[in-house]
């Protein structure tokens, strides 16, 4: 179904803002109930990850860690010199990398700023051997000229690398661009189904839920700091079927 692996878990970003504690124990709270299945993975910026290794160890002490380790996506925040030491970070026993994001730097958005940065970003993926899907955010602002912001997202998607939207922008352009280049997306922010909408729109037309399955090809998934609040929007829509 288009809901599977749907939503990656932001509790620890606003507006819910949770402590990473509460996060991690609320996420597996999400893991047991009836629509886990719509949950992909806890968001963890990078600034947080050495805080997360102790909230695994009760869970490595009890053995539990080998059938459910915590699937992650790691935000980095400090542009591609980040990238090696996240990635390191997630790997061991409790955890599973799912996806990296990167914040790429704009620099100001003046000249070729962006472009190389997103240069750099892709060097150090490719340095790393990074084996799970990189999506990168390239920062639209009134300062980032067009040509700029254009060429950003033609390093990244030549690159192989995906991109990383956000729905309190101007969504449509940014799927449109994304679409253009054949490049998967995640979208920070929701609501869900307006995502979903927008996507099949700009894909076939069709914002209807139809269409929302084959959006999925490209939707890789949509953050949310309210994963619960989700499964509800799908319910009271009549478009969740509890497995």
Not at 88 to 116: C, F, Q
Not at 224 to 231: L, P, T
Request: include cysteine.
């Amino acid at each position: 179904m288009f809901w599977s692996q749907l939503v990656d878990d932001a509790a620890v970003f606003p507006p819910v803002g949770l402590p990473l504690e509460r996060a991690v124990e609320q996420h597996r709270e999400h893991l047991a109930a009836d629509y886990a299945d719509l949950v992909a993975s806890l968001v963890v910026p990078d600034t947080k990850l050495a805080d997360l290794r102790p909230l695994l160890d009760p869970v490595l002490d009890a053995g539990l860690a080998a059938d459910r380790p915590l699937a992650i996506t790691v935000l980095v925040t400090g542009g591609a010199g980040a990238i090696e030491p996240a990635v390191r970070w997630s790997e061991g026993d409790g955890l599973e990398l799912r996806r990296v994001r990167v914040l790429l730097r704009d620099g100001g958005g003046l000249g070729d700023d962006l472009a190389r940065n997103a240069q750099r970003v892709a060097a150090m993926v490719d340095h790393c051997g990074v084996d799970v899907p990189v999506h990168v955010e390239v920062p639209s602002s009134p300062e980032t000229s067009e040509h700029a912001w254009s060429a950003a997202l033609d390093e990244v998607a030549m690159a192989g690398l995906g991109l990383t939207v956000r729905a309190d922008e101007d969504l449509r352009r940014c799927l449109d661009a994304a679409l253009d280049r054949e490049t998967p997306f995640v979208v920070v922010g929701g609501p869900v189904r307006e995502v979903l909408a927008a996507t099949a729109s700009a894909l076939h037309g069709d914002p209807s839920p139809d269409g929302w399955e084959s959006a999925r090809r490209w939707l890789s998934a949509v953050s949310i700091a309210d994963v619960s609040e989700v499964h509800e929007e799908l319910v009271d829509a009549d478009l969740w079927r509890s497995p």
